[in-house]
């Protein structure tokens, strides 16, 4: 069986990724030939760190729930890589892309979505998933590779004179709780004109990516507007402080309990903003999950 055939989908870039990306982008498509090869369950854990993050729906310890699942060879989950995105330091980077689910490799898909994975280069420079998610929705069509280094794709890597990984996270942190504050009181549409990135992308379930700030904004203009119970933060970041993400879970007053991955750049010191959302709901507690 041609492994690469088989796992790979939407491979229809018209030229490779620069060198400082190409490694990103190879790990996520050797990710991929593993899980085909090995099953969900191995393939997964051989490209995982060791404190990786899974969504099932809500952030669960990877290691720990996938060790305690059944070793599943005939299942099949394909997908592509379709924008790839590197911090300058080299260290931090981010995938997505449109994958399928069938039930077994002779049979149609019957569950499309779109995936999110945030790699973290390793002590011995290879590439591991720190946190992965994604969201449900109906077949898309095929999609061509893009990538950039911190938004700007004629961006070079750089050295990185000082770490302030540290401070990137606390401030990371503060910034979540301002913009899930004012996604609460005022909705997503105001949130996201003061927080995000024109070429913002959100995943919701049910829709393909929306692509832009404006988008996003429309579609999703009576989300939020509902006061939180409770809202719970993890912040992580590449060593320049240029590139992080956050997750946790929401819970709006007389609503439904949500996870979500946000996707954050920095660009030469500039404020943060928010380039990546992802957000699902999780209505029960990730313990009560088998």
Not at 50 to 63: T, Y
Not at 66 to 95: C, F, I, N, P, V
Not at 136 to 153: F, I, Q, Y
Request: glycine letters at 8%; hydrophobic letters at 40%; one cysteine or more.
């Amino acid at each position: 069986m041609n492994l690469l055939a088989f796992t790979l989908i939407a491979a229809v870039s018209s030229a490779p990724p620069p060198a400082d990306v190409a490694p990103l982008v190879e790990s996520e498509h050797a990710f991929a030939r593993d899980v085909a090869a090995r099953g969900i369950r191995d393939g997964f854990l051989a490209h995982l760190a060791p404190k990786a993050i899974l969504f099932r729906p809500g952030p669960v310890d990877a290691q720990a729930w996938l060790t305690a699942q059944k070793s599943d060879t005939t299942a099949r989950l394909r997908w592509e890589a379709s924008y790839a995105e590197m911090s300058t330091g080299g260290d931090l980077g981010w995938t997505t892309g449109p994958w399928d689910y069938a039930r077994s490799a002779g049979e149609d898909p019957v569950a499309f979505g779109h995936f999110t994975t945030v790699w973290r280069r390793q002590g011995d420079d290879t590439w591991r998933a720190e946190i992965d998610t994604g969201h449900d929705h109906a077949k898309g069509a095929a999609e061509p590779l893009t990538w950039s280094s911190v938004s700007d794709a004629a961006r070079r890597p750089r050295a990185v004179g000082t770490l302030i990984r540290q401070t990137a996270e606390d401030e990371l942190f503060q910034v979540e709780m301002e913009f899930a504050r004012l996604v609460s009181r005022q909705g997503y549409a105001r949130a996201v004109a003061k927080h995000a990135s024109e070429d913002l992308r959100v995943g919701r379930n049910g829709s393909p990516p929306w692509r832009t700030r404006d988008a996003a904004a429309k579609a999703l203009k009576a989300e939020g507007k509902s006061p939180l119970t409770s809202c719970t933060v993890t912040s992580r970041a590449s060593e320049a402080g240029d590139l992080g993400y956050t997750y946790g879970t929401l819970e709006p007053e007389g609503g439904t309990r949500l996870a979500y991955l946000h996707i954050w750049r920095r660009v030469d010191g500039e404020p943060w903003r928010l380039a990546h959302d992802v957000t699902i709901p999780a209505p029960e507690p990730e313990a009560a999950k088998p």
